[in-house]
């Protein structure tokens, strides 16, 4: 399926023409308007077999003296916005298809919430647990942890020094059933040596973490590595509470970049993407999950999670899921 | 990468927006006064800001696709390896010890809470004394910071607990390897409290300076092994008009905090103190500073009052299960509670 771009403006012209392995060819000219003001328009068109999409990139406004570095520059832009439309359109069948065939659900092994969830974790989605303070939501991502090692990698990134190798290994140990005690280490061996564990302390370091992984998982998918299945971020809240808030909405805009890094991801590379959240007060003494009203929209699935009592019985609410009604609780029991 | 993920100030960030420069591509070959006089700032400031962008272009150059390329990502079980053999900071109190699972943690940050008169300065006290008993003895030989908010911190009070923990060593040898050890410097009671960092605050503003001093002062005394901060609260609680602000500086507080306590691999112990809450129709005591503070420590140990008797219990805790224990404060320090009725007790 070959695909053509073309950028036309008005002015003076400098082009620039590029070739990819996919045989697209894009060119992108941009011109020095007359007057100083006014800015650079571009007009993109693509052909796509026979329909055509036109649409229209503006650019930054070049003086009739810039250098010809600048208008590389902001043609080099104009073609890095195309290359954002080189993604086919996908139709509903490729994407059920993809759904079907790439898209797994991860059992937690905690068998109120799979219930809950309708299976356990989907991959391609970001899962939110919240809940006060010694609630269960570390245990539920370490119990998810071990028991989704089996199947693939776990990567662990830990904003409160609560990753217990001790805890894993107690909970893997748990599953093994009836096994000899070298076949047991063995494979205690194995699990444990599938899960990562990364400490983050900064949302910088979280954005920047998450932008090698990227680039890790791109490199993994050529060279058909081992493969990560299932990104936990304990807690995510701790990492936003200090930018949140106050005059400058940077803090916002930091928390929404990184929840579309994670679900983009949790497509692309087909995880499941799992944080954690804390509670604050809210109207009426109803305490409610932290982040506030931006953070709502973005995870897929949003659970709360509290526990009965000072006991080892937990419950589960759903606050929110794409495919199940809100509003259902469940029990789920963590041993010691 | 975009210019919007990279850690510079907002102001700086406006100012590169505004001139035009979105992506890291657009800075990577200009020089800084070039630089400086597009967004029209100090010549200084140009070069810090092309040095975090060449540090950020530098990283995403060096992924070579192997996940050990990411920066201080371990396997759980190399982790597992490592937790085994980390060492404990005894409490002074058999029981208290035995539910924590040999003491007070490394590498975490431990909140400790009650009402006033509990003992929570007191095990404070005890845990900066305790890290000092020498490796030969099962101890860590370390030193201690001690940051002071209330000026509760007594220095009698010390001496008199490092004495007691002195005689506790030197009760497990005969009468005259005593004579001989009692004679070493280092087993006087005034050497044990020149190694304990005492810091005293006076505002909210010196106890944040403090929090982000001491990763300096960390790198020059290596052999600190416990940061007690007693009381954490005390400065945030009255004269706080705005409570947001409030959470943030606690939350960067407690996230630096955490990243002490990993990378100098310390224990950081946070006195609490109480106050009453107001839910379901009845008064409760709950720890001060509200729910979103309650999400910065790794483990919470509360302190209470049951007939006459001093119990801990593990409130929050990854890898313990929730269990309490009696104790006592003595003159010699906390130790095991004395009553007959010496069973742990599991909640």
Redesign the interface.
């Known amino acids: 399926m070959l695909t053509r771009f073309r950028v036309e403006g008005e002015g003076e012209r400098s082009s620039m023409a590029e070739n990819d392995d996919l045989g697209i060819e894009r060119t992108a000219s941009i011109q020095n308007p007359t007057k100083p003001s006014s800015s650079i328009g571009a007009r993109v068109r693509a052909t796509h077999d026979d329909d055509e999409d036109e649409v229209r990139v503006s650019l ?1 406004p070049v003086l009739p003296h810039s250098s010809s570095d600048l208008i590389h ?1 902001e043609a ?2 104009a073609l ?1 916005v195309m290359d954002s439309f080189h993604q086919p359109w996908l139709t509903g069948v490729e994407l059920l298809d993809d759904a079907n065939r790439n898209k797994h659900v991860l059992p937690t092994g905690l068998e109120g919430i799979d219930v809950l969830l309708g299976g356990g974790l989907r991959e391609g989605q970001l899962i939110e647990i919240a809940g ?3 609630s269960g939501k ?2 539920v991502c ?1 119990h998810s942890a071990s028991c989704i090692a089996d199947k693939g990698s776990v990567m ?1 990134l830990d ?11 107690c909970m893997v140990n748990q599953f093994s059933g009836p096994l000899f005690k070298e076949a047991k280490e063995r494979r ?2 194995r699990i ?8 983050i ?2 949302i ?1 370091e979280l ?3 998450l ?3 990227e ?2 998982l791109k ?2 998918v050529k ?1 058909g590595g ?1 493969k990560i299945c299932l990104l936990i971020i304990d ?1 995510i ?3 936003i ?6 005059k ?1 909405p ?1 803090g916002r ?2 928390m929404v ?1 990184a929840g579309i890094v994670l679900k983009k991801l949790a497509h692309e590379f087909n995880l499941a993407v799992l944080v954690t959240n ?4 809210g109207e009426g ?1 109803i ?1 409610k999950p ?1 982040l506030g009203e931006s953070w709502k929209n973005i995870p897929h699935v949003r659970l709360v999670v509290s526990r009965d009592q ?1 006991s080892n019985v937990f419950t589960a609410t759903v606050l929110k899921h794409t495919m199940r009604a809100s509003g259902r609780t469940a029990k789920f029991v963590i041993h ?1 | 990468m975009e210019i919007a993920n990279l850690p510079i100030s907002a102001s700086q960030r406006s100012k590169l927006l505004s001139a035009g420069y979105a992506t890291l591509s657009s800075l990577s070959s200009l020089s800084p006064s070039h630089l400086a006089r597009d967004l029209n700032i100090e010549l200084q400031e140009a070069l810090e800001i092309l040095k975090v962008v060449s540090d950020a272009a530098d990283r995403s150059k060096s992924t070579d696709g192997h996940h050990q390329a990411l920066k201080g990502v371990q396997t759980a079980w190399d982790m597992l390896s490592e937790e085994q053999m980390q060492q404990h900071i005894t409490t002074g109190c058999e029981d208290l010890d035995h539910i924590l699972r040999g003491g007070i943690h490394c590498g975490e940050v431990t909140e400790v809470g009650g009402v006033p008169g509990i003992g929570k300065t007191q095990l404070g006290i005890q845990l900066a004394v305790n890290v000092q008993i020498p490796v030969e003895y099962g101890g860590h030989g370390g030193q201690a910071v001690y940051i002071d908010t209330e000026g509760s911190f007594m220095v009698e009070r010390a001496h008199q607990i490092a004495e007691g923990c002195i005689n506790g060593i030197l009760d497990n040898f005969t009468d005259h390897d005593r004579k001989i050890l009692a004679c070493q410097e280092w087993m006087q009671p005034n050497s044990f409290l020149s190694n304990i960092f005492y810091f005293r605050i006076c505002s909210y503003t010196e106890q944040i300076a403090v929090t982000n001093y001491l990763e300096k002062f960390l790198k020059e005394h290596k052999d600190v092994k416990i940061v007690v901060i007693d009381s954490v609260t005390f400065h945030f609680r009255q004269d706080f008009d705005d409570l947001a602000c409030r959470t943030r500086i606690l939350s960067g507080m407690s996230l630096k905090l955490m990243k002490l306590a990993k990378t100098n691999n310390l224990a950081v112990v946070l006195l609490n103190q109480v106050t009453t809450k107001y839910t379901e129709g009845s008064f409760h005591l709950t720890l001060a500073l509200g729910d979103s503070w309650s999400h910065s420590c790794t483990n919470r140990i509360i302190l209470y009052w049951n007939a006459n008797e001093r119990y801990a219990y593990i409130d929050k805790s990854p890898s313990l299960p929730s269990a309490s224990a009696p104790y006592s404060v003595t003159s010699k320090g906390i130790r095991n509670s004395t009553s007959h009725c010496k069973r742990v007790r599991m909640m």
């Open positions: 930054r520059q080099a832009r890095s006060p303070s010694s570390t245990q370490l662990f904003t409160c020094n609560s990753f217990s190798p001790n805890r894993i290994a205690l061996e444990m040596s599938s899960i990562l564990c990364q400490p302390y900064d910088f954005l920047d973490t932008h090698q992984l680039s890790t490199h993994t060279t081992y807690s809240s701790s990492l509470a200090p930018i949140l808030g106050g400058s940077q805009l930091l970049s804390h509670m604050v007060g003494g305490i932290a000072q010691n």
